[in-house]
């Protein structure tokens, strides 16, 4: 699978636009990383969310299904700094 990466950046950093204020109420944030060649977008947790025991929810409820609304090709969203659930 060929992915045009430029293109789904531009989409998926539309969709966390969208997402930023409830992220930044909570005194949190997200970027993206990376897109694999294999259709995965990594992102990096910011304040509140990289240590927060919700944030798999977060990524999984919100921010995965917002990307692949628009951006069909990604497959899932990865955290790269998910914390542990201990």
């Known amino acids: 699978m060929s992915l045009n990466k430029e ?3 531009i989409k ?3 969709s966390l636009e969208e997402l930023r204020p409830h992220l930044k109420a909570d005194g949190g ?3 993206l990383v990376e897109i694999t060649d294999e259709g995965i977008a990594r992102v990096r947790l910011l304040g ?3 240590d ?3 944030s798999l929810m977060t ?3 919100g921010l995965e299904e917002a990307v692949k609304k628009v951006a069909p090709e ?3 969203v990865e955290a790269i700094n998910m914390p542990t659930l201990a």
């Open 29 to 31: 944030d997200m970027e």
């Open 59 to 61: 990524i999984k409820a």
């Open 48 to 50: 509140a969310c990289s």
């Open 74 to 76: 990604i497959i899932a």
């Open 12 to 14: 998926i950093n539309e």
């Open 7 to 9: 293109e789904l950046a």
């Open 52 to 54: 927060c025991s919700m």
